[in-house]
């Protein structure tokens, strides 16, 4: 019985927090897009990359070195890019679109900020303060999409609409064979399949002579009678 009962209690579960934690998070993200846009960000795209390379540790030498020779010639390139990335995540988190694709990708997107525009919040020296924000980003989306696997669409969400248009919006085809639970129990119960329709039963195989004398089998025959 204690299967039937977290089923109602975890469907209860009020949506308007996830919500407004998810449209509130991408008017941040929004705000944070349409200061990409302006040339002051372009203009100082790879100096800010450049200088947190400075001081770092010598075994991420390579690594920050092979972000700077890849972007250094088409700076502008990967700063509009930046931009449009950071955009798409923004609408995408408002409007409640491909929630779990777009939680992934902004998780990988973070991360990727994290260890090359912020230097891994680093270098940790005495005066280091934090650890940079664009991982806290990425915990704040890992959070948002375990709310999207526990708890579903909300209906303030693109997603919401969508599962009821289009069938294999949710990524999850649904399974053909029904289950019943039994009164009771909280495993669920197969249904069950119903006789393949063209096929009968073979009849009882009757010989020849007793169909031709119409005899009854359930007779009983000569060496049954007492002597």
């Given amino acids: 019985m204690g299967g039937n009962q977290t089923a109602p209690a975890a469907q209860k579960c009020p949506q308007w927090p996830k919500t407004a934690l998810r449209i509130g998070f991408g008017v941040i993200w929004l705000i944070d897009a349409t200061l990409k846009w302006l040339p002051g960000f372009r203009s100082g795209y790879m100096d800010t990359i450049m200088g947190q390379a400075q001081g770092q540790p ?10 700077i020779n890849l972007q250094h010639p088409r700076a502008l390139f990967f700063a509009y890019l930046v ?4 955009t798409l995540i923004a609408v995408a988190l408002i409007a409640g679109f ?11 997107f973070s991360v990727l900020i994290w260890a090359t525009a912020e230097g891994f919040g680093g270098p940790y020296t005495s005066g280091s303060a934090d650890i ?3 991982v806290i980003y990425a915990v704040v989306f890992a959070g948002l999409l375990l709310f999207a696997f526990y708890q579903g669409p909300s209906r303030l969400s693109a997603d919401y609409y969508l ?5 294999w919006w949710t990524g999850s085809p649904k399974s ?11 495993s669920p119960l197969r249904s069950p399949r119903r006789p393949r329709t063209g096929m009968s039963r073979p009849e009882p195989h009757r010989s020849r002579l007793a169909i031709a004398s119409g ?13």
């Fill in 132 to 134: 940079g924000t664009a």
């Fill in 176 to 186: 053909a064979t029904t289950t019943i639970t039994a009164p009771g129990r909280g």
């Fill in 58 to 67: 010598g075994w991420l030498k390579g690594w920050f070195d092979f972000w």
């Fill in 163 to 167: 599962e009821q248009k289009i069938s």
């Fill in 215 to 227: 005899a009854d089998s359930t007779r009983p025959g000569p060496g049954s009678l007492p002597r």
């Fill in 98 to 108: 491909a929630r779990k694709f777009t939680y992934i990708a902004a998780i990988v």
């Fill in 83 to 86: 931009a449009a990335a950071e």
